[in-house]
């Protein structure tokens, strides 16, 4: 049967040039979840290999919010490496290159705008200068910069860290999540009533709900959660954690999102692994 709200794998995404641009990287930009599956939001996967990057724009249609997983690069004078989480303010020109000798690899989110034309991206000339509302360094925080985040298990949060880079507490409208579930974590049956949900894995093996759906996900699977559906994840690995960073579109706090704990995830539930890919 198939799924009401599919994981879409990174790498089933064709990758987006845009015409006419010369010297963009082939592979630099995959958006995986956009108007399509109904979403106000897209959110994309970037590779960057040595020495290529994006050069100079700015979106003139929506804030853009992102996270550096893999490789050392430079943005707007900052270098950035990976857990370097960024907040692109709508309109603010910016850019990336990957100064590493490894690829370089960002999720992003594109809030707001349902497709990449949606987001008003404008390429600059060397020389054309955009005011920008705050400098460079601004909107730029790092992971372990963060504190992890005290949350209340009796709400479903049996997540084992789990901390908030960006949202109402340094000003931004939206609230980016790093989520990391050691073995036989969870995060319960619960929904949220105010806001879509993206969020995409990083690494790991685990089972996720949503509605009726049960399915396994691995790391490069990203999944959109509407507004009021219930959802949930478990690790099923005994030996490696799950780790998942994602976006509470148009809320700033988790009090925001109408968070509402649902109940359990049973064996039942649970038993659907024995099953896959046919639950």
Known sequence: MALAYPLIDVMDVEAFTPPGRKGWPESALRVAVSGREGSSSSAY????????GLPRHINAGCDEILIHLQGEGVTRGAAVRPGHCRWVKKGTEHEFRNTGDTDALVVGFYV????INATGYEFLNEGTEKNTTHTPRTGLVHLDDVPPETMNKGDGWLISDFRLPFGAHNGCASTLFRARFF???????HRHENCEEIYYVISGHGLAGAGDDRVEVR????????????????????????????????SGSVAETGYVYTGDVTDDDLSCVSELPKC
């Open 45 to 52: 996967h970037a590779r960057f290999r040595p020495g290529e």
């Open 112 to 115: 707001g705008a349902k497709d």
């Open 183 to 189: 073995p036989g974590a969870v995060h319960k049956k």
């Open 219 to 250: 790391g490069g699977h990203f999944h959109y959660i509407p507004k009021g559906v219930e959802h949930w994840l478990h690790n099923l690995s005994e030996t490696e954690p799950i780790e998942v960073v994602g976006i509470y579109i148009n």
